[in-house]
């Protein structure tokens, strides 16, 4: 069955870096877009990164520009988020997301169990 | 940029009906995705595209989208729809994903 787990999150000083992963397993991940969402505690939910299918384009929320990157590695069927100078803000529980797009309009099908990111003193 | 508006509370009693809005100027000219959230647990999409429904979603979930405004509607509500709902649009000026605040169904 389709399936995605995420990994590599846990307790960060602020301005410190982490790496997610994102395992995926079930479907032909080189045919996907992925994308990175997360949740802060108590809060709804925020967009941060996509990758196109080939990894040829990315996107970045404007809170992360320039401080996360988004990756893939096509042959281990794995997403990555590699996070910078990361801040207190950033404190959420990461999920990755499969998208569906068609007609112009993404939406996530599939999503992991999430990994959650603490950025404290 | 965009922004989608959501009420962040919303009751109703079982068996009745629940309509959760999503407002912005002219979302009727996009997709609007729904999400169900409960607590702990990551998000499932319950409609996609203004109105489709994925495969095991009930048919009590439906949407709607014109003008300023989509709405989930749960029809024949039960305790266990009891959820945070998130509505979700693509804006293609900004190639950015854009989430609603999300509405609290509390079911009475």
């Known amino acids: 069955q389709v399936q995605l787990v995420e990994s590599g999150g846990g307790v960060v000083q602020p301005g410190r870096s982490l790496r997610l992963s994102c395992a995926a397993s079930?479907?032909?991940?080189?045919?996907?877009?992925m994308h990175w969402v997360r949740q802060a505690p108590g809060k709804g939910l925020e967009w941060v990164a996509d990758?196109?299918?080939?990894?040829?384009?990315?996107y970045y929320s404007d809170s992360v520009m320039g401080r996360f990157t988004i990756s893939r590695d096509n042959s281990k069927n794995t997403l990555y988020l590699q996070m910078n100078s990361l801040r207190a803000e950033d404190t959420a529980v990461y999920y990755c997301?499969?998208?569906?797009?068609?007609?112009?309009?993404?939406?996530?099908?599939?999503w992991g169990q999430g990994t959650l990111v603490t950025v404290s003193s | 940029s965009y922004v989608l508006t959501q009420p962040p509370s919303v009751s109703v009693a079982p068996g009745k009906t629940a309509r959760i809005t999503c407002g912005e100027n002219n979302i009727g000219g996009k997709s609007v995705h729904w999400y169900q959230q409960k607590p702990g647990q990551a998000p499932v999409v319950v409609i996609y595209y203004d109105t489709d429904r994925p495969s095991g979603i009930p048919e009590r979930f439906s949407g709607s989208n014109s003008g300023n405004t989509a709405t989930l509607t749960i029809s024949r509500v039960e305790a266990g729809d009891e959820a945070d709902y998130y509505c979700?649009?693509?804006?293609?000026?900004?190639?950015?994903?854009?989430f609603g605040g999300g509405t609290k169904l509390t079911v009475l």
């Open positions: 990758i196109w299918y080939d990894g040829s384009n990315k």
């Open positions: 997301a499969r998208d569906i797009y068609v007609s112009g309009s993404y939406y996530f099908d599939c």
């Open positions: 079930g479907f032909t991940f080189s045919n996907y877009g």
């Open positions: 979700q649009v693509w804006d293609s000026n900004s190639n950015h994903v854009v």
